[in-house]
């Protein structure tokens, strides 16, 4: 929710970027350091130290959460030069391992009322991206779905069998 509620604040201003975020943070934070003597505000304040903007959605919010706790270095909302002079951005960078991660929701790969042929379009332009990616950064590109976020355990072995050692193994 924490990550919510920052990423629609700064989208007044666009994409955030790492200082927007942090300076957003930082002045949630100093709201909450008001209010220090009140129940609950030790809580307000992890969450908030924790929270970040540049979570697009739940599932990359729960996916950061595990990769630390997994003990993963993680870097967040990861811009790859396209073949046009955009950027494509990827959710996560394993820093140190050569490893991006995607997390996707099945609805990025259907949609209603479309045909067959919009479909395997839309499948199309996904694989492109990703074959840029992988070739232009020359790092692995790894992928989970909900599915894999039902527990840590189960976001670990999906991990795991992509040759990915987990850092710190937590009590399951």
Do not use: M, N
């Not at 595990?66 to 394993?94: C, K, N, T």
């Not at 976020?149 to 992509?162: T, Y």
Request: contains cysteine; hydrophobic residues 40%; positive net charge.
């Amino acid at each position: 929710c924490a990550d919510a509620a920052l990423f629609r604040l700064s989208r007044i201003k666009g994409r955030p970027r790492d200082a927007e975020c942090v300076d957003l943070r930082a002045d949630l934070l100093a709201g909450a350091d008001a209010l220090r003597f009140s129940q609950g505000i030790s809580a307000a304040r992890h969450i908030l130290s924790r929270a970040d903007a540049r979570s697009e959605s739940p599932l990359e919010s729960i996916s950061r959460w595990y990769l630390e706790r997994l003990g993963f270095e993680v870097g967040v909302q990861i811009p790859v030069a396209g073949p046009s002079g955009g950027s494509y951005w990827i959710d996560f960078e394993l820093r140190g391992l050569d490893v991006l991660g995607e997390v996707d929701g099945a609805q990025k790969y259907r949609a209603d009322g479309e045909e067959d042929s919009q479909i395997a379009a839309l499948h199309l332009r996904e694989k492109r991206r990703a074959d840029w990616i992988v070739g232009t950064t020359g790092k692995r590109l790894v992928r989970w779905g909900a599915a894999d976020l039902a527990s840590i355990a189960r976001f670990a072995r999906r991990l795991e069998a992509f040759g990915l050692r987990i850092p710190r193994q937590p009590p399951w």
